[in-house]
């Protein structure tokens, strides 16, 4: 069995936040892939499921982010699993709109969700890196995570969430890089492949030269005419 998290908010408010693309990425799964209705549990939200041959239990904390670590220690302990169980999809400034990482263990870099579940759990998880970009500046970082996304980001957002249904399945059995490559796919579709030019026709054949008539002279008079 193994854990997804996403990390968000609850409530109403913050639902279309950039903070909460962890919610939304566990949500587009739930739907896409037939899991049970949500319920409330372990301080949070659960719902479970199928992945190829993997049972999920997706979880929402309904703790606020900065306490998010205490949903997941629960779960995580009532269920006896370790942190390499538990994958957590987060919002990531560092990396651009639309990009996906997936890395196990390393630092929180400075994300209350994630310094959250390092102080439950420790490090040794894996991570869903989602990007939604950086405001520029260090003291507008709150304001913009806690602000919806816009609506110029509607399209890649919308492509970022297929592409993550797309290779979830892969994500639970282990293969990081089939679900990169799903999302990829999504993000960049394949292009058409170039169309070769074609071969020139061959020419049609000329008309047919005429056969030489035949030489109907006499050996004499062949020689006769060679000293012509």
Known sequence: MQIFVGLGNPGG?????????????????AGDH??????????GEISEGRLG?????LLKPATFMNLSGQSVGEAMRFFKLEPGDVTVFHDELDLAPGKCRVKTGGGHAGHNGLRSIHQHIGEAYRRVR???????????VAGYVLHDFAKAEEGWLDDLMRGISDGAAALADGDAGGFQNKVALRMTPARAPRARPEAAAPEAPGPAEPAPEADRRSPLQRLADKFR
């Open 13 to 29: 408010k913050y639902a279309g936040n950039r903070h909460n693309i962890g919610f939304m990425a566990l949500d587009r799964i």
């Open 34 to 43: 037939g899991f049970g209705p949500w319920k409330a549990r372990f301080q």
């Open 53 to 57: 041959g993997d049972k999920v239990l």
């Open 130 to 140: 989602l990007g939604i970009g950086h405001p520029g500046r260090k003291e507008a």
